[in-house]
């Protein structure tokens, strides 16, 4: 959701219904028009709502949307890697999901504790580091699993990397969460005064 602020603060929402209920025969293409127009002259400016807490910083779609999308991910990818072992064109599915449990998921998860923030690193140095991490997680995975009597078996590794990336992946949500609202709290209230 985005506020915007004129000399006050109200959402967009707000002020549309404002604008439509004293001008009912304009339409909402006229209202981005001249919100564009009154942006554009510095008279207004759009910001971020502010986050309240973690259940809303999870529940945005700017923020939450990695972590419900590798989460889902993850447990999609578990079951078809614990059970499905049919012939071959079903067996491709199960490739594709053990390649995303042992090289992307848990690595991904862990880049993202490591560096919550997005701006510092880009997209190609991101991948190259989950696919090394990656790569180093899962072959522990395996050590630990060596000394106990579960033994180096698909499904309790499978079961074992999909708990590692979600405890990873909550980690990571939440340092992102705390760095984004020290970032908020760190903008001061003079940076939205209007001429």
Excluded: C
């Excluded at 008279?43 to 529940?59: S, W």
């Amino acid at each position: 959701m985005y506020d915007l602020r004129i000399g006050g603060f109200e959402t967009v929402g707000q002020l549309w219904e404002r604008f439509h209920s004293q001008n009912p025969k304009t339409n909402s293409n006229y209202f981005r028009v001249q919100l564009g127009e009154l942006m554009r002259n510095g008279h207004v400016e759009i910001v971020e709502t502010p986050l309240i807490n973690f259940d809303d910083f999870l529940r945005s779609w700017r923020y939450g949307f990695r972590l419900w999308a590798l989460l889902i991910a993850t447990l999609a990818a578990l079951p078809i890697v614990e059970f499905m072992q049919a012939g071959f064109p079903l067996i491709v599915i199960r490739w594709t999901a053990a390649t995303f449990l042992l090289l992307f998921a848990p690595g991904f998860a862990f880049v993202w504790v490591l560096f919550p923030s997005r701006q510092r690193m880009s997209g190609f140095n991101r991948l190259g580091l989950t696919i090394a991490m990656s790569l180093f997680l899962v072959p522990a995975i395996g050590l630990v699993f060596h000394f106990t009597p579960l033994g180096i078996e698909p499904q309790p590794v499978a079961a074992a990397l999909a708990a590692l990336t979600v405890t990873f992946l909550l980690l990571g949500a939440y340092r992102e969460y705390v760095i984004q609202t020290r970032r908020q709290e760190q903008l001061s209230p003079m940076m939205f005064v209007w001429p």
